[in-house]
């Protein structure tokens, strides 16, 4: 069970928009940056988001993030069947990183 | 460009140790150093510990400080996580990801990830 908490799954259909939320404390996503990782099946995890909501290059802006207190979310807009995947949010607290329980996301 | 390129899959007894590897290029060495995080089937990511490749100081996971050891061979640029005391439920897909780590500001994202290496636990 991790200290990061995140919906099972979430369910939506081709073009609309989905958030997952990833609901923390005062210790870690509350004075942390949170970051996402995209985990398409079969596949090695990728960065999504870092620094709560900042993009690496290649990750089209289809994808966000925010944070708001001790809680964060991850947006996902124009909902394509590519996007099925598993996601999770991690940030750190004193001194250990913590993963999300991850949500997976179907797109009906 | 960054790469991060992990050992093959270990089949292993319960008991046992296993030792991975991860041979990192493209990136200054000094600056990053590398978390390993693990994924049992079907299960959540599992960040397993961080070591700097600066200098070799460690962090471990709460739950795995004692069985798991870090540690990196500048000379050659590859990191290791070696496992000790092997059961079944360390069965998991083991990666290696760029981070770094500092004291006041804590971890960088985990931008790049190894291939992942399956180790697998079984009598």
């Known amino acids: 069970q991790s200290v990061l908490t995140q919906s099972p799954s979430v369910s939506a259909a081709p073009g609309q928009k989905v958030t997952i939320s990833c609901s923390g404390s005062?210790?870690?996503?509350?004075?942390?940056?949170v970051s996402w990782y995209q985990q398409l099946p079969g596949t090695v995890p990728r960065l999504l988001i870092y620094?709560?909501?900042k993009r690496p290059s290649g990750i089209p802006a289809r994808f966000s993030g925010s944070k708001s207190g001790t809680s964060a979310t991850l947006a996902i807009t124009g909902l394509q069947t590519g996007d099925e995947a598993d996601y999770y949010c991690?940030?750190?607290?004193?001194?250990?990183?913590?993963f999300g329980g991850g949500t997976k996301l179907t797109v009906l | 460009q960054v790469q991060l390129v992990q050992s093959g899959a270990e089949v292993k007894r319960p008991g046992a140790s296993v030792k991975v590897s991860c041979k990192t290029s493209?990136?200054?060495?000094?600056?990053?150093?590398i978390s390993w995080v693990r994924q049992a089937p079907g299960q959540r990511l599992e960040w397993m510990g961080w070591?700097?490749?600066?200098?070799?100081?460690?962090n471990y996971a709460q739950k795995l400080e004692g069985r798991v050891i870090l540690t990196t061979d500048t000379s050659t640029r590859t990191f290791y996580m070696e496992l000790r005391s092997l059961t079944s439920d360390d069965t998991a897909m083991y990666y290696c990801?760029?981070?770094?780590?500092?004291?006041?500001?804590?971890?960088?994202?985990?931008?790049?990830w190894g291939q992942g290496s399956l180790v697998t636990v079984s009598s």
């Open positions: 991690g940030t750190w607290s004193d001194s250990f990183w913590v």
């Open positions: 070591i700097s490749g600066y200098n070799g100081h460690t």
């Open positions: 620094d709560n909501n």
């Open positions: 990801a760029r981070a770094d780590y500092d004291f006041w500001t804590g971890f960088t994202p985990f931008d790049f």
């Open positions: 493209g990136y200054n060495l000094m600056t990053y150093g």
């Open positions: 005062t210790s870690n996503i509350g004075n942390n940056d």
